[in-house]
């Protein structure tokens, strides 16, 4: 068994073809998903039913569940549906590329939405209080003192998130998609060398994070500079 | 639901190898996570570089990757080794079943070190002081004061990290091991209905997820209840 | 000027309130009248009720039973009625409260531009004046975290001056001080009591009581136990139990 460098070489700018696709399905995903996580939050922390209990059941179903199913079931499951497939969302959800950003978005959202209400649980009442006793209204009190604390405390875990939406991403190679997953699984078919592709490729996604990490990292240390001496 | 007739047994005892792949993947999983915590909270500098290194390294790398490098990577290992005795074998694996639940253990793993770490640097040291004033020896203060601190600390974080076992369990069924994903895939071929069976894998997933949910929930307030009513 | 009796209703009411927590009554049948213009100061042990008295008073907490009318406004679930009371009653806290992602500046301009709609630049000129009042206009630019306790407390009383209200409610001001910051924020508020202003302080800083108070109220288990003047509070109590508090906290 021996560890061929040359191998090493030549697949990597064919894997580096794919990260194009794996940033396009992290940055989409991230970004509609936090969109959407903002809303469900909203839901969730409002006091009517109708709107709490959806919201409850859709982090539940979506936090509780492998997102290997729920891709497969967006990409393999929903065609079985006459409707679906007469739909507006059909030349979507006909390609893996969409199905693959709409598993990763919807399943992302709910992972953000339960952060930030994390985030939100962490705001002192203390504040709100002092908020309420200068008479702000609780709109007032949510968009000035609320979220502006509750996005700083939030900061760390959804670097996190981040960074497990990336890893996320690999799994679209499972409906076909060439992302460096999928390019790397096609090389390795090809010239059986797992240990090599996979290696190399374990590297770039490393580096991925790290640059992920760093750069909320630095955010943080920017949202917080008034908790600095 | 006439369209699960015949399927209940795949889905039955894809669900029971989720079950075993789970429970073993848990013990290697704790034992990865105590290893590497303690080598954190080591003086050896080699041993802190390790195990930070294995932090690092399966924190950033997706857990797809990580399973198909073992798994393709050991048989390859494994085939060049065998062929060395007998030239004639082509092909030699660790199953799937063991392959898999070594990777999610070995990832979930990496997460859980960091969660020991944090909750064995959490216990008050004015605790460990106290016992050590009383006279109450190292090894005692250590089983009778810091684990069951460290425990209370630990099981929220500890409860995630079960949650993402069994997740990752789905993972294994790519590298063919025979559970519930696997069964709704082999279902959904044969009888043009995906999203049933899909749907059914989904709904077993979350059935396991809840219970550990539920069970996390009450051993937190078993370890927390000391804590009532105070703030 | 003690006590100066006017025709006028009182700015502040209670009447016949309590509150639960729970199964737990934090207040029993309070009734109470703060004139404009009196210096209130409320002492008992803790868990008597005291800071949930004057919680009530801008519905921090909600009462259960009975009437409370401030500045003539009755305060129940009317949404409107508690806005006009907030913005009528200022209130500092124990633990100051400054919002931490704010500035100081940002502190004190926040509710008068939120709720005052005051235009920026008057806010801002109107912030500055306030924290000349309280002694630290060179810290405008600082984050809370960055000040020490007695700062933070000074601008956190700033911060309620803005809204220009007509009462003041202390809760705990100085508890959370070390001992060498409690005078330079009870001196602010000796400032404030001077000018005139409504002021309800639950404190156990009996020398501010003695000096500044037009009346001292002792408080236990819910229930006010006796309201006097400062001179006869201490010595002359009436009753029992502010005996022994007073012999508790005298002390030491």
């Not at chain 2, 034992?31 to 303690?38: D, N, T």
């Not at chain 3, 949404?79 to 009528?88: L, N, P």
């Not at chain 3, 001196?187 to 302080?201: F, H, P, R």
Request: hydrophobic share 50%; glycine share 6%; proline share 4%.
């Amino acid at each position: 068994m021996s560890f061929e460098f040359s191998l090493i070489i030549d697949s990597i700018p064919k894997m580096l073809a794919g990260i194009g696709i794996t940033l396009e399905l992290l940055l989409l995903s991230m970004v509609i998903g936090t969109i959407l996580a903002i809303f469900i939050l909203l839901m969730r922390i409002s006091n009517r039913w109708y709107l709490c209990w959806p919201a409850m059941s859709f982090i539940y179903i979506f936090r509780g569940t492998p997102i290997l199913i729920q891709i497969f079931i967006i990409y393999y499951g929903f065609p079985q549906f006459e409707f679906i497939r007469e739909s507006i969302f059909w030349p979507m959800l006909r390609e893996p590329y969409g199905c693959a950003v709409l598993a990763l978005t919807i399943n992302n959202a709910a992972y953000v939405s339960e952060i930030f209400r994390g985030g939100v649980n962490g705001v002192d009442r203390g504040y709100l209080e002092a908020g309420a006793a200068l008479g702000l209204s609780i709109r007032q009190r949510f968009i000035y003192i609320t979220a502006p604390i509750a996005i700083r405390l939030s900061i760390p875990a959804y670097s996190n998130d981040v960074i497990g939406l990336m890893k996320a991403t690999a799994l679209a190679s499972t409906i076909t998609l060439l992302d460096m997953m999928g390019i790397a699984r096609t090389i390795v078919a090809e010239y059986y060398a797992p240990y090599e592709i996979f290696i190399s490729l374990a590297i770039i996604y490393l580096i991925m994070t790290w640059i992920i990490q760093n750069a909320f990292g630095l955010l943080e240390k920017r949202m917080s500079r008034h908790i600095r001496q | 639901m006439d369209v699960l007739t015949g399927w209940w047994d795949d889905f039955f005892w894809g669900s029971i190898v989720i079950l075993q792949v789970f429970l073993v993947a848990l013990v290697m999983m704790v034992l990865f996570g105590l290893i590497g915590a303690a080598a954190k909270l080591s003086n050896s500098r080699i041993a802190q570089k390790l195990a930070s290194a294995y932090t690092v390294i399966f924190r950033g790398t997706p857990e797809l990757l990580v399973l198909l490098l073992i798994y393709y990577g050991s048989a390859i290992f494994l085939t060049n080794l065998f062929q060395l005795f007998d030239p004639s074998i082509k092909f030699v694996d660790i199953p799937p079943f063991w392959a898999g639940s070594f990777s999610i253990a070995l990832i979930v793993g990496s997460y859980a070190a960091e969660t020991f770490r944090g909750a064995f640097l959490g216990v008050d040291p004015g605790q460990i002081e106290a016992a050590r004033a009383l006279g109450i020896s190292n090894f005692n203060t250590f089983i009778y004061v810091r684990i069951p601190e460290m425990w209370r600390l630990a099981l929220p974080a500890f409860g995630n990290h079960m949650l993402s076992l069994i997740k990752d369990t789905a993972l294994i069924s790519i590298i063919g091991l025979n559970e519930t994903m696997y069964a709704a895939e082999q279902a959904a071929g044969t009888t043009s209905k995906p999203f049933t069976m899909f749907i059914v894998a989904g709904c077993i997933y979350l059935g396991f997820s809840t219970v550990i949910t539920l069970s996390v929930m009450l051993l937190e307030k078993r370890a927390n209840k000391h804590l009532v009513g105070s703030r | 000027m003690i006590n100066s009796v006017t025709s006028s209703e009182p700015i502040i009411r209670l009447k016949d309130v309590d509150k639960f927590f729970g199964g737990f009554q934090a207040l029993k049948k309070i009734n109470l009248n703060v004139e404009k213009g009196e210096r209130i100061v409320v002492c008992g042990p803790s868990g008597s009720g005291k800071s949930t008295m004057i919680r009530c008073i801008n519905r921090l907490e909600q009462h259960n039973a009975g009437h409370i009318i401030v500045n003539g406004h009755e305060l129940t679930d009317q949404v409107k009625d508690i806005d006009a009371v907030r913005r009528e009653v200022g209130m500092v806290f124990q633990s100051f409260n400054l919002f931490p992602h704010l500035s100081i500046i940002d502190n004190l301009m926040l509710a008068p531009k939120l709720v005052r709609k005051t235009p920026k630049p008057k806010a801002r000129e109107q912030a500055m004046s306030m924290l000349e009042r309280v002694r630290i206009p060179e810290q405008a630019d600082k984050y809370p975290s960055q000040l020490s306790g007695g700062q933070q407390q000074r601008v956190a009383i700033a911060r309620s001056l803005c809204m220009n209200p007509e009462i003041m409610l202390f809760d705990e001001p100085t508890s959370a001080l070390d001992p060498e910051m409690i005078n330079e924020v009870l001196e602010v508020m000796t400032d404030l009591a001077k000018e005139g202003m409504t002021m309800i302080c639950v404190t156990h800083e009996m020398g501010f009581a003695r000096s500044v108070a037009d009346a001292v109220i002792f408080m236990d288990e819910g229930e006010i136990v006796e309201r006097n003047t400062p001179e006869e509070f201490f010595n002359n109590p009436k009753s029992d139990r502010t005996k022994l508090f007073l012999s508790q906290i005298l002390a030491h």
